[in-house]
């Protein structure tokens, strides 16, 4: 089984430098965690670009929810999204529904014209579709889509668990990975490797007084070495 991928949520440099020293994989840089994650400035980018070397995944959202906003809403984010490629930004998160759940196809197909084939996350709007398995299908052809931030649930990995074994189970060798976070408890992790799933996902857990307070290189760093453990074995029989 291959090494876990670890993506810590960031506000900025300094979360980004305690995220690398602790060992994380990955950064997901968001602006607004009052609004559940926004796209950051294009300033805050560049300083999380100049201070470490990890990947770094660039959200592309303008408001709280998953409805794009309408037609001036994703010029804007085109914008946005254009602006940060200029500074350097190859990776992204996005993700958005229609009033129906069903997956805003023009929107998508929009920023993913903009992104030009940059890996991407379609992040947990899944969680709110009106169904999981129509939603990836219709995602299947965008280019760049590799990876689906999801808890299973819009209440979290505690109730979302069961979804998120049964589709590790069916998951295709090729599919986009998933990528678990929303609620994500260390007690999860071991059912979630024993899965065979490899991506973890967390942003308060690593923080020892909410949001308010930076990302803990400690509490980061304990999670890698849970991680990196060997997962269980599955019982037989």
């Known amino acids: 089984m291959s090494r876990p991928i670890f993506e810590v949520i960031a506000l900025g440099a300094d979360d980004a430098l305690a995220a690398q020293a602790g060992g994380a994989d990955r950064l997901e840089l968001v602006a607004d965690m009052a609004s559940d994650g926004l796209t950051p400035s294009r300033e805050t980018f560049a300083a999380v670009r100049a201070a470490v070397d990890l990947p770094v995944r660039v959200m592309l959202r303008s408001r709280d929810g998953f409805q794009?906003?309408?037609?001036a809403a994703l010029d804007a984010l085109c914008a946005d999204a254009a602006a940060l490629r200029a500074e350097g930004a190859r990776e992204f998160v996005l993700g958005f529904l229609d009033?129906?759940?069903?997956?805003d196809i023009a929107a998508l197909t929009a920023l993913a014209g903009v992104i030009d084939g940059c890996r991407w996350t379609f992040h947990r709007a899944l969680d709110r579709a009106a169904d999981r398995d129509r939603l990836r299908a219709r995602l299947a052809a965008l280019p760049g889509l590799d990876a689906y931030l999801t808890a299973g649930s819009p209440n979290g990995v505690d109730d979302?668990?069961?979804?998120?074994?049964?589709e590790a189970a069916r998951a295709a060798v090729d599919a986009p990975r998933i990528l678990v976070g929303g609620g994500l408890r260390a007690g999860h992790l071991p059912a979630l490797r024993a899965a065979g799933i490899d991506g973890f996902h967390v942003g308060g857990a690593v923080r020892a007084g909410g949001w308010a307070a930076p990302v803990d290189p400690a509490a980061v760093r304990t999670w890698r070495e849970a991680l990196d453990a060997p997962p269980a074995p599955v019982p037989v029989g």
């Open 68 to 71: 794009v906003g309408g037609p």
């Open 160 to 166: 979302g668990l069961p979804v998120l074994l049964a």
């Open 99 to 103: 009033a129906d759940g069903e997956p």
